[in-house]
């Protein structure tokens, strides 16, 4: 039986749901998941193996309409090299509502020429089911360049199967890329500052988590738990407090719901300390951007 392999580039607008389907597709998170847009800044190798098929996908972040600062624009090149890169495209819209940025994404795409499926996710938030089948073919009408159209809920992980199925077909004959137990090859230190990250973004208000990052300052595996320390950054010394909360509060609960994940994702107890500093105009500095991870 020979072997197949590809990389597959899940795209769509900011908070369509990307991250949410990579980690039903790997069955457990990988990608960290937010109901704010940015969530995802990089690109996260996660790997599915299936028999004689791998599936090697790139969850890439959200398309940013107008970059603002040199992190945006650095999110959007991920993007764009993601669809220079990869076998075939899943582009994730939202069931409930076909958008102009939605519209962007899409000319992407076709502008590549690669094997594409459309999915619309979160089809069972429809406010009537019987919506599903016009919109389904509305866009195959329209969308044209979409080999597939597939109703799907990254939420429940309701039609991931049947979207791997259609994937398969397109995956070229290739030796495997990883070994069939490997989900992703991000490190764990890679991980846990994501982690930290998705909780600060959860507990704090609609602008300030974009201007937040988290770099780990250290990661050291002992005999019978891993000590990590971990720093976010704020931009001005007035968000210092924001992210702290009365008394130390809030962060208490971004470093408690951390620890938890972080254990469950090392398998073993983790000691997790957890700062706040302020990092003037990270945004917008190379040295800052490339000492979490982005830029050349």
């Known amino acids: 039986m020979s072997e197949r392999c590809g990389l597959v580039a899940i795209v769509g607008r900011a908070n369509v749901g990307k991250s949410t389907l990579l980690n039903a597709i790997l069955g457990q998170k990988l990608s960290i998941t937010s109901r704010k847009p940015q969530t995802t800044r990089y690109q996260i190798l996660g790997v599915h193996t299936a028999a004689d098929t791998q599936f090697v996908f790139v969850d890439t972040p959200g398309w940013q309409r107008s970059p603002r600062n040199q992190l945006n624009r650095l999110m959007n090149r991920q993007v764009n090299q993601a669809l220079r890169d990869v076998d075939c495209i899943v582009m994730l819209c939202d069931a409930r509502g076909w958008t102009a940025d939605d519209e962007l994404v899409s000319r992407m795409v076709a502008q590549t020429g690669l094997p594409a499926l459309l999915v619309l996710n979160k089809h069972d938030m429809l406010k009537r089911k019987a919506q599903l089948l016009p919109e389904i073919e509305r866009l195959a009408a329209s969308e044209t360049h979409f080999a597939e159209f597939l109703p799907l809920c990254a939420r429940t992980g309701n039609g991931v199967e049947r979207l791997l199925e259609a994937l ?41 988590p974009y201007r937040t990052s988290v770099v780990i300052d250290d990661f050291t595996d002992e005999e019978r738990l891993t000590r990590i320390i971990a720093t976010v950054w704020v931009e001005r010394d007035s968000q210092k407090p924001i992210v702290i909360g009365k008394s130390g509060e809030l962060m208490k609960k ?43």
């Open 168 to 208: 398969g077909a397109r995956m070229p004959e290739r030796p495997h890329m990883f070994p069939s137990d490997q989900i992703t090859d991000r490190s764990e230190r890679f991980l846990a500052g994501e982690i930290v990250r998705e909780k600060t973004m959860r507990y704090l208000g609609d602008e300030l």
């Open 254 to 296: 971004i470093a408690s719901d951390a620890r938890r994940d972080l254990e469950q994702l090392l398998g073993r107890k983790v000691f997790l300390t957890v700062w706040v500093k302020t990092k003037r105009g990270w945004t917008d500095s190379t040295e800052a951007l490339q000492a979490i991870g982005l830029g050349d």
